[in-house]
């Protein structure tokens, strides 16, 4: 591993270089790929978009944001494993806001099939679809692409840059570049001479790179292995740049006060604020306010000291209004019907199973708040902030300083948690607008915990209603309901300025997509009109539609007396084997008998998502002092397992997320507001409560799936189902402390 003091000096090195402009060399093409924006600074060359070389090693550009989850050591190993560089030679850095970079895979998730029947042609319909997001400049983090995305694109940069080097050691040596073969950082001719790539750098890139094959899964090194993280010596030692840890001479510090109810101001009065020492000064926002001081403490003291007067709320104020709203939605006409197999309405033998459920607002509570620092000077902007979408925030900064993109320069740093909220702009504009009161000095921008959680872009609550039939032990009928508000018009609005054509599919993703083999199976969704601050909470709509969908087959099973594990593996095993293959994984992972002990409870859930099929049974005890979550087993089928700690790493996460909010997550609603104020009223699992876990990871699915969020859905039926199987009470709402005496 490379030292500290080598990291530190490359890092400062490269991060001093120009990655702006553009200059066009050995970019992949996918049909005509976008310009490559590295400009290299003096002794530094750029191969392609994703590769920059200078004296110091080897800098891999990574296009999607780091928020803890290791996608940059994986993509980082994408080029490695195809460009032969040492990995103790690597550097990883966010790529800038630049066309090259655009998300192909994302937009292909939106194309309205059940995601596990792709055959080849809908698989490559997506891709072609995803095409469009270089014409949206979709530079975006999300959705559990970012590897799919890289798989091809990232691979073939190395393999260019691998053979452009080549290339030109050939022409120095006077060989033919057939004879050459590269090896940890450099090419190596017959007779043993070695010539490293920083040698070679500045004379491959005047060079025309070849057409190139990628190498066979039976050769990779490092992809299929467990990697060390990339980011892992930062982050063990402190010097991980995060955008809090942003550090400018001259720096002041600000944070805003914003309408917790998500309108404006009618009046405020900052006399008092004015007052106080070291308050330089109280900015209108027009939906609140700004205050910038020589600290942040003072500065979130001195916005507590404003009086505000808050216009109204838009959309319903109470929590029981809000609920109201949704679940009288399911009574409207449908907006979509995503699947329809059969016919529900036929008269059937057998026993008929209903059910209704539903999930509160959720907040993303990031551990590190929302912020952003920003330096304007008139004509020029620079921002640094942790972002999920680099473009949109640039675009957006500049359109609220009035400068034109190019003037805008974003440093897109590491993030203490992304979830989705970080693809919003709001506190990048903020601090965009606070600097610009303030030419030349650089404004570092904090919300406090408070304002994190009050102006969150809430995940929606939800509601469903259900109607099944069962017999001889079977499914027979699944007719479901969907209600909520939608995610994808509320934030496409926001973020583009228009909602996306065609039905909303990531409503109602998590039930119409099931690999179960129903003979009529219907689900409908249903969009409830309520202009309430929303955004793409970690697995979306697939976090709802989870808990609904699989807790009423874990119903169905029972009602079918079939044992909840053999039920789901029926109706999965003629219609996806990689799915009927994580549930039968699972059940012998945990030695699933159907019978447990009176003090002892165990349920199995199931989801598709992104891509993955994620199977995991949870164990609870009634402890007599509490019922405890004892362990849980994960089975998963990625297709492909580009680096097995982190896909481990990411399910277990994921189910953290979802049980956290299964167990006690909720946003409710007085007055217009959120209630809901920091980690006291709205926390996590802790290191008390977090229960062992066990992963397998399988690899028989015929495409690469996603694995960021696939962990989420699952864990939270799961759950309610255990404590089905404990206490015989169903659970049909979350979150569950509310009806178990769960150890918080």
Not at 507 to 518: N, T
Request: glycine letters at 10%.
């Amino acid at each position: 591993m490379a030292s500290i003091g080598k990291v530190a000096r490359r890092t400062f090195l490269i991060g001093s270089a120009a990655i702006v402009g553009g200059v066009a060399f050995g970019v992949y093409q996918i049909r005509k790929d976008a310009p490559n924006p590295l400009t290299p600074g003096p002794g530094e060359a750029t191969l392609n978009a994703y590769v920059l070389i200078n004296a110091d090693g080897v800098t891999i550009i990574a296009p999607r944001a780091e928020m803890g989850q290791g996608v940059h050591t994986t993509l980082a190993a994408l080029v490695a494993e195809e460009m032969d560089v040492a990995w103790d030679d690597i550097t990883v850095l966010h790529g800038p806001p630049a066309q090259a970079y655009y998300n192909q895979a994302v937009l292909g998730l939106a194309l309205p099939f059940k995601h596990y029947a792709d055959t080849a042609f809908i698989h490559n319909m997506r891709q072609n679809v995803g095409m469009v997001g270089k014409l949206l400049n979709l530079q975006i983090t999300g959705g559990s692409t970012s590897t799919k995305d890289a798989f091809d694109r990232m691979r073939h940069a190395g393999a260019t840059a691998r053979e452009t080097l080549k290339l030109a050691a050939a022409n120095q040596l006077g060989v033919d570049a057939t004879t050459l073969r590269t090896k940890n950082s450099a090419v190596i001719a017959p007779d043993g001479t070695t010539l490293p790539y920083t040698a070679l750098a500045r004379a491959a890139a005047a060079i025309t790179p070849p057409d190139v094959n990628l190498r066979d899964k039976s050769e990779w090194k490092y992809l299929g292995t467990s990697m060390p993280r990339t980011d892992m010596i930062g982050k063990s030692t402190g010097t991980a740049a995060y955008a809090l840890d942003s550090k400018l001479d001259g720096m002041k510090f600000a944070t805003v006060r914003m309408n917790p109810r998500r309108s404006g101001m009618v009046s405020y009065d900052d006399s008092v604020a004015r007052d106080m020492a070291g308050v330089a000064a109280i900015i209108n926002l027009g939906d609140g306010i700004g205050v910038v001081a020589t600290n942040t403490w003072l500065a979130i003291q001195a916005a507590e000291a404003v009086d505000i007067t808050w216009e109204k709320s838009n959309y319903p104020e109470t929590t029981a209004d809000l609920r109201a709203a949704v679940i009288a939605s399911l009574d409207n006409e449908p907006d979509s019907t995503a699947r329809d197999d059969g016919d529900v309405t036929a008269a059937l033998d057998g026993t008929e199973i209903t059910a209704e459920y539903f999930v509160p607002f959720l907040a993303h509570a990031t551990m590190e708040p929302m912020n952003a620092t920003a330096l304007y000077t008139g004509d020029a902007l620079t921002v640094w902030c942790g972002n999920q979408a680099p473009i949109i925030a640039r675009d957006k900064c500049a359109k609220a300083t009035g400068l034109a993109a190019e003037q805008v320069t974003i440093h897109t740093t590491f993030m203490g948690g992304g979830f989705g909220r970080r693809a919003e702009f709001d506190f990048s504009v903020q601090a965009a607008r606070i600097a610009k009161e303030f030419p030349g000095t650089p404004i570092k921008m904090i919300w406090s915990r408070e304002e994190d959680m009050r102006n969150d872009f809430y995940r929606p609550a939800a509601s469903a209603r259900f109607r099944g039939v069962v017999r001889d032990g079977a499914a027979q009928l699944v007719d479901g309901k969907i209600a909520a508000p939608s995610v994808t018009h509320n934030s496409s609005m926001r973020l583009s300025g228009q909602v996306p054509p065609g039905p909303d599919r990531g409503h109602v993703e998590g039930a119409f997509d099931q690999p179960y083999k129903i003979p009529n199976y219907r689900i409908t969704g249903h969009l409830t009109e309520i202009d309430i601050p929303l955004g793409f909470w970690r697995s979306v709509g697939n976090s709802f539609n989870g808990f609904f969908f699989d807790t009423f087959i874990d119903e169905m099973a029972h009602a079918a007396g079939t044992d909840p594990l053999q039920f789901r593996l029926a109706l999965a095993q003629d219609e996806h084997a990689p799915s009927a293959g994580v549930i039968a994984a699972v059940g012998e992972m945990s030695g699933w008998t159907g019978q447990t002990p009176a003090n002892i409870g165990r349920g199995i859930g199931f989801t598709y998502s992104f891509g993955t099929p994620v199977a995991e049974v949870i164990e609870v005890e009634d402890t007599g002092n509490g019922i405890r979550i004892n362990k849980v087993w994960i089975a998963c089928d990625v297709g492909t397992a580009l680096d097995p700690a982190i896909i481990e790493a990411q399910m277990i996460s994921g189910a953290i997320y979802g049980l956290s909010a299964a167990m006690q997550g909720e946003i409710t609603f007085a007055d217009g507001q959120a209630e809901q104020m920091n980690f006291y009223d709205y926390d996590a699992l802790r290191m008390h409560n977090t229960p062992q876990f066990a992963v397998q990871i399988r690899e028989t699915a015929p495409h690469l799936g996603g694995v960021g969020e696939p962990g989420t859905p699952p864990a939270m039926p799961a759950l309610g189902n255990a404590l089905f199987d404990l206490t015989g009470i169903r659970a049909r709402e979350l979150p569950l402390f509310k009806t178990f005496d769960l150890i918080l």
